[in-house]
């Protein structure tokens, strides 16, 4: 009999794909990828026995058109458990089971939904056809992980491994089957340019720009700054601290070590990792500027799809759907969310990607900004990615967070920069001052003073309000993430010529402004916030050193403008350090920030308990992938993505949406266009029938009335409509 592992949609057998070509190409693929991180005969077993359970009657009548659903990843992950005993057996049995619909938790017997209770399901399809086509698979012996667990950590670093050799199997399955089932879309992948070119583009743009910047003091400091990344690339991959001042060139002097580093030691890929979505254009954009647009790719969170892999389907839209990037790009430009949640995640869709970390160059962007309530997760799938799968990090910023308490002694942080001391008080351009209580009214008369001027918020809520009442004196603009990222991009262009004509300019920003965007006032007014958030809104301040001395006034607004929780605890913390030093934005200080905060924090550095969950039953390999999962969400609120037609090509986009046959390829294209809220907002739009939902994922905004031009994306509760109504 002549076993099949898929269809091409007809009923003609010889254009279908054999299950044993399937799985030997397959095997081939997660062996190459495995091999990244000395696990190449793991890696190539999983890829090998993944789909045995396909070699039985009732899954090849399914490709046939049979309507009977086919459990064919239990029998192989059964079947390998008793080729390899544990702990290898037992790994690759998590590999095996989840490789359609997700790593399992370990469980127990009762839950028919683990590992365990897959492990002893019964009734299986008789699938023994396998051994007739796979003659010979590898020894056991040479099965065996070169792992190196950290602080005793074994459950955390088992479970990483079985993630990353997952990884490994459903990103060649889903590349072997695309190479099937649409051989076009297989055959464009590929063709990146090589570091080596990359960094000599880059080598080329930066002495350009080198020569052509004037003889400034602060221009030779940035010069030195780009040396001496070049001059520490020669080092040994590892963790390294690059910390920089505001306006020192970091993020492509980082970019300069990065390049060199990999190409140094043999490194695969740049990872650029920024906190914050509505910036990561701004830094693709730069590196495409540097490098040429055929090497960045940007991959961020702003779209999820609505289906969850499936054990079975076979419909080529829906394989092709599910196809999400797996980062094999040589500069990948991502957020936190994506990065992080994606290490911690078990469905297919996320962790495909995660195989390509090993060997790269990991720079994490703004530093300061790791999640606190998942550091210690975070800093422990850090520090598996150096210790065992040979990447190098980079944690760049300003401010520095004290991290060297929570990372093992055997880790050691290396930092980039010369002298950080020498290179503060060179950067030093602004004074910050601590103003007390202000009421909104009294920050308006504040602000109303000065021609030009920056205030930034900690709330939208508060950003409208403030924005309101100052309109009427003129020359107001504010700054959300309730405007889409071209609105933005546009109405920052706009803002920026008006400050470089020297005319009045007063900004109400969220916190959105204060990481990456290149932008410069002389005055900065900013809510009660934590030491590094005060650092970002100062590095808005003077930025090109066209004064003596900016200043940032610091103020401690109304109740509306200062959330509890975390906001008012960073903030806390942050009136502490201002009241024992002078200068709040040194180096001691910003430690000293970092040491209260993360002693203070100390049980909330893993509040969802993700490093004990994977302690608890490591000494019986039971990991709770499923549940860890779900804990792990950088947003707590679930959030829905709104298209808004902003210009003549969203709208050129909206109506293409309507033909296509594959709506899930357009995403990418709408993100410049999307604004995200809240699920009870959407609600409500959806109530207000102000917004209307195609091909079943993508939400558009169908009445303008909910979108101001100043402010961005109105929610009913907040509207007040006129009694026209307009249509896009």
């Known amino acids: 009999m002549e076993y099949y592992a898929h269809s091409d949609g007809t009923k003609n057998k010889n254009n279908w794909q054999t299950l044993r070509n399937h799985l030997e190409a397959v095997a081939d693929l997660a062996g190459k990828f495995g091999e990244k991180f000395g696990s190449k005969e793991p890696a190539f077993v999983a890829g090998l026995l993944h789909d045995i359970g396909k070699y039985s009657a009732e899954f090849q009548a399914r490709l046939e058109g049979a309507a009977k659903r086919v459990d064919h990843s239990t029998f192989g992950a059964q079947e390998i458990l008793s080729l390899y005993k544990k702990p290898i057996g037992y790994l690759l049995a998590y590999v095996i089971a989840g ?3 997700g790593l399992p938790d370990g469980g127990s017997v009762a839950d028919d939904s683990s590992l365990e209770g897959r492990l002893k399901k019964t009734g299986l399809p008789n699938c023994s056809g396998w051994t007739k086509e796979i003659a010979s698979i590898p020894d056991s012996s040479r099965l065996r992980p070169n792992l190196r667990p950290i602080n005793g950590q074994l459950g955390f670093c088992l479970s990483f491994y079985i993630r990353m050799l997952y990884s490994c199997l459903v990103d060649a399955d889903f590349l072997d089957t695309e190479r099937f089932i649409a051989a076009e879309t297989f055959n464009r992948r590929g063709g990146w340019p090589t570091l080596s070119e990359l960094m000599a583009h880059l080598d080329q743009y930066l002495d350009t720009m080198s020569a052509a910047a004037p003889d400034t003091p602060v221009n030779c400091l940035r010069k030195d700054i780009l040396a001496h990344c070049r001059e520490k690339a020669n080092n040994q991959p590892g963790f390294f601290t690059l910390t920089v001042p505001t306006g020192g060139g970091k993020t492509l002097s980082s970019l300069a070590f990065a390049l060199r580093h990999a190409v140094r030691h043999g490194l695969e890929r740049i990872i650029y990792v920024i906190p914050y979505t509505s910036i990561i254009e701004q830094t693709a954009d730069v590196f495409r ?226 990481a990456g965007v290149n932008i410069d006032f002389p005055v900065v007014y900013r809510a009660a916030a934590g030491i590094d958030s005060v650092a970002q809104a100062a590095g808005r301040c003077n930025r090109e050193g066209r004064l003596r001395t900016g200043h ?83 947003i707590d609120s679930k959030t829905v993505s709104i298209i808004i037609p902003w210009d003549k090509e969203a709208k050129e986009l909206i109506r293409e949406l309507q033909f296509t046959n594959y709506p899930a390829g357009m995403a990418r294209r709408f993100q410049p266009y999307t604004v995200q809220v809240y699920t009870y907002e959407f609600a409500e739009l959806l109530r207000t029938r102000a917004i209307r939902t195609v091909a079943g994922m993508y939400h558009i905004l169908d009445d303008s009335r909910y979108y101001d031009e100043q402010v961005g994306l109105l929610t009913p509760e907040s509207t007040v409509l006129p009694e026209e109504v307009l249509i896009f």
């Open 99 to 101: 490789h359609h619909s």
């Open 289 to 514: 500027s540097a490098l040429g647009r055929e090497a960045v790719l940007e991959h961020h969170s702003n779209f999820h799809y609505n289906r969850e892999d499936d054990e079975d389907w076979q419909e080529i839209s829906e394989k092709l759907k599910l196809s999400a990037e797996n980062w094999d790009a040589p500069i990948i430009v991502t957020t936190n969310v994506q990065f992080f949640e994606s290490l911690f995640a078990n469905r297919s869709s996320k962790c495909r990607k995660l195989h390509n970390l090993a060997r790269s160059v990991i720079i994490l962007d703004e530093a300061q900004m790791l999640p606190t309530d998942y550091l210690k997760p975070c800093l422990a799938a850090l520090i598996e990615l150096v210790t065992n799968y040979s990447a190098s990090v980079i944690l760049c910023t300003a401010t520095q967070p004290a991290l060297n308490r929570l990372i093992p002694e055997s880790i050691c942080l290396k930092e980039i920069a010369s002298d950080i001391d020498k290179l503060y008080e060179a950067f030093r351009r602004v004074k910050v001052c601590f103003i007390g209580e202000k009421t909104d009214a009294a920050v308006v008369e504040q602000l109303s003073r000065h021609e030009q001027v920056l205030c930034i918020v900690n709330t939208r809520r508060h950003a409208r309000m403030l924005y309101e009442q100052l309109k009427s004196i003129g020359d107001v603009y504010h700054l959300s993430a309730r405007m889409c990222p071209v609105h933005r991009t546009e109405k920052l262009k706009e803002i920026r010529e008006i400050l470089a004509n020297g005319k009045p300019c007063r900004l109400v920003s969220t916190q959105l402004i204060e």
């Open 552 to 634: 940032v006034f610091v103020f401690k607004p109304e109740k509306h403008g200062l959330p509890g929780g975390w906001f008012s605890r960073t903030a806390e913390i942050a009136g502490m350090v201002m009241r024992e030093f002078d200068d709040p934005m040194s180096l001691a200080a910003v430690r000293r920030y970092f040491e209260y905060l993360f002693d203070i924090d100390r049980e909330e550095l893993d509040k969802q308990r993700i490093l004990q969950l994977f302690r608890e039953n490591e000494k019986h390999l039971l990991f709770p992938f499923t549940e860890v999962a779900n804990k792990f969400k950088l």
